[in-house]
Nanobody, 124 residues
């Protein structure tokens, strides 16, 4: 089992940047595919980005491709989401999640563990 804690959210103007962090408490962190999801009010939770166990492969939603970058540091048990050129439509609660699968999945149900979420608000 792994416990996940997100940080780094906040209020930023359109065009600005934020970096989210997700710290994992667990000795088997490197066994997990990691993902970032987001949920805006009244909308379903949606996939943002994912990264494989060793960090060699990544996947991004089309809406964030070329603006967001996911990375991980297994020595620090941490996964990051660098968000640049933020838009008001990026406003949401952002969650990190861990999956024991082999490949990155865009389906929330494939992830067994979730953090509590961190709010990102982008003003226009």
């Amino acid at each position: 089992q792994v416990r996940l804690v997100e940080s780094g959210g906040g209020l930023v103007q359109a065009g600005g940047s934020l970096r989210l962090s997700c710290a994992a408490d667990g000795r088997t962190y490197s066994n997990y595919v990691m993902g970032w999801f987001r949920q805006a009010p009244g909308k379903e939770r949606e996939f943002v980005a994912g990264i494989t166990k060793g960090g060699g492969r990544t996947d991004y939603a089309d809406s964030v491709k070329a603006r967001f970058t996911i990375s991980r540091d297994n020595a620090k048990n941490t996964v990051y989401l660098q968000m640049n050129s933020l838009k008001p439509e990026d406003t949401a609660v952002y969650y990190c999640a861990a999956s024991l699968g082999v490949m990155i999945s865009r389906i929330p149900g494939r992830y067994a563990y979730w953090g509590q979420g961190t709010q990102v608000t982008v003003s226009s």
